[in-house]
């Protein structure tokens, strides 16, 4: 089957001082990403692809050298833009987030408007499936945007899609490819099943 697995980077280490798109995983999220790489091992995989964030990049090389495949990097998988405020600690970071998904249409507090942001990851994982073989293709990316992402294959507004089970990350979707279909709602990386289920 021809699918993509689109995985939301688990845990990383939070520092006010580095600013965050260059935040990595933390052991904790390292540690997922591997369990789930474990899982996955022998299941034939074309490519991985992910964003140009430390936190991506670490999740996807981790996925691409388990299950040796091609790394790819595409910026346009990047979380939506928060340059204007960096970072924000909890629980405000949280307020602006349910304001950003409730305006999609606005830009709250200079960030990148949800609705800009989503026809960006559509664009980007449309992109992805075009360029890549055949097959299963792993994608490695963030949770706003993945919402964003599911908002869109289940036709509903901004707003009112199934989101990711945990906050911290480490979630993933199955998508069929050419056209992109949802064929299941959000999993813990720690529940594979599904992601298994691809192979058959």
């Known amino acids: 089957m021809d699918a993509i697995v689109f995985i939301t980077h688990p845990e990383v280490v939070i520092d006010p001082a580095v600013p965050v798109p260059r935040w990595p995983l933390s052991a904790k999220g390292r540690t997922r990403m591997e369990t789930f790489a474990d899982a996955l091992a022998?299941?034939?995989v074309a490519a991985v692809w992910s964003s140009d964030e430390q936190k991506a990049l670490d999740g996807g090389a981790i996925l691409a050298e388990r299950l040796a495949a091609p790394h790819r990097v595409d910026p346009r998988l990047g979380e939506n833009g928060r340059e204007s405020t960096g970072y924000i600690a909890p629980p405000e970071f949280w307020e602006v987030v349910a304001e950003f998904f409730a305006k999609p249409d606005e830009s709250v507090r200079g960030w990148e408007t949800a609705r800009h942001?989503?026809?960006?990851i559509v664009d980007a994982v449309t992109r992805l499936d075009a360029n890549s073989p055949p097959g299963v293709v792993l994608v490695v990316s963030h949770g706003g945007v993945g919402a964003?992402?599911?908002a869109h294959l289940q036709g509903v507004e901004i707003g009112r899609e199934d989101?990711?089970?945990n906050p911290a990350g480490g979630c993933y979707l199955v998508i069929g490819r050419g056209p992109l279909v949802l064929?299941?709602?959000?999993?813990?990386?720690?529940t594979p099943a599904a992601a298994l289920a691809i192979w058959g």
């Open 183 to 190: 064929r299941g709602g959000w999993r813990e990386v720690e």
């Open 148 to 150: 964003l992402l599911t």
């Open 117 to 120: 942001a989503q026809q960006r």
């Open 42 to 44: 022998g299941g034939p």
């Open 163 to 165: 989101r990711p089970p």
